[in-house]
């Protein structure tokens, strides 16, 4: 399992513009990069599937050792855990194992999986299909030290609600939760981060239902995002001021909870910005409760 950590990470999901920009090409200059602009993590993006060769994954988990970047590893897109065709659903598996042997390289410690579809079927048929392909799962990649992350997703037709990551994640102790507080915010049309408080509530209930440890170092992604009737439309940057969520009400809870979780910020290209804003933003929090 991963280490402890006693303090809150922060890093981007992939490389900004301002990566590329400043003439950077390749992502086995990212850890340098991000640890320069004083952040801990990074989450290397393989939504579109695993590219890179075995090679340059390990030289990138070498450099990410280097300069302690914590490392995480986003599957493809396209695995689904609930599809409702049985060998592309069990195909997922063969997907999730790729991205296990990318994490190892990487010198990743969690994976992170999207929760699959309910879009033509009942949640309940997609729950069934989802808990049957974790369970199948774990006969090929249950030994792992590596956690995986079951995310919350941010389209109402989507599984991935809290609670249904949650019953997801009671399958076995290797599944873990994944929060996107945007993607809740989006699924939820809004308003559902005002406060501190209503922040403290997304911890306490993982720590109530899966154990301390769980809510502890939680694994988050957080970004604005643009919502419409049907939840999640598209990701943001810090400069809107329309959509949210709002960062100060979770950089408080962090504080107030005294949980330390690995926040991966998922902004429209100002990932690595954005995750400094929030970084200092917690810092500010932490010493005004202090």
């Not at 986003?74 to 659903?89: A, C, D, M, N, Q």
């Not at 609600?161 to 989006?186: A, M, Q, R, W």
């Not at 943001?236 to 910020?265: M, W």
Request: aromatic residues 8%; charged residues 25%; glycine residues 8%.
């Amino acid at each position: 399992m991963a280490n402890r950590i006693d303090f809150p990470t922060f890093g981007p999901g992939g490389n900004s513009e301002s990566f590329y920009n400043e003439g950077y090409k390749s992502t086995l200059q990212a850890p340098r990069w991000v640890k320069e602009r004083g952040l801990d993590a990074y989450e290397y993006q393989a939504g579109n599937g695993i590219t890179a060769s075995d090679a340059t994954l390990a030289a990138i988990g070498e450099k990410a050792k280097e300069h302690g970047i914590l490392m995480s590893v986003h599957t493809p897109y396209f695995i689904s855990l609930s599809g409702v065709v049985e060998e592309k659903r069990l195909k997922s598996i063969e997907y999730i194992s790729k991205s296990l042997h990318a994490a190892e390289l990487l010198s990743a410690d969690t994976i992170v999986i999207h929760t699959g579809s309910a879009a033509k079927i009942s949640r309940e048929e997609a729950m069934s299909l989802a808990s049957d392909t974790l369970e199948k799962n774990l006969e090929i990649n249950g030994s792992t030290n590596i956690r995986m992350g079951l995310e919350t997703m941010g389209k109402l037709n989507q599984l991935g609600t809290l609670e249904e990551v949650l019953t997801l994640c009671k399958i076995h102790p290797i599944y873990y939760p994944v929060v996107d507080f945007g993607h809740l915010n989006s699924r939820n049309i809004g308003g559902l981060f005002t406060d501190c408080d209503s922040y403290r509530r997304i911890f306490d209930t993982i720590a109530n239902t899966l154990g301390d440890s769980y809510a502890y170092n939680l694994h988050c992604h957080f970004s604005k995002i643009e919502y419409t009737g049907a939840g999640e439309k598209k990701h943001l940057t810090f400069e809107d001021n329309v959509y949210g969520p709002e960062f100060d009400g979770l950089a408080e809870a962090i504080v107030r909870e005294g949980v330390c979780p690995r926040i991966i910020c998922e902004s429209a290209g100002t990932m690595a910005e954005d995750a400094l804003s929030m970084k200092n933003m917690w810092r500010a929090a932490k010493e005004a409760l202090s």
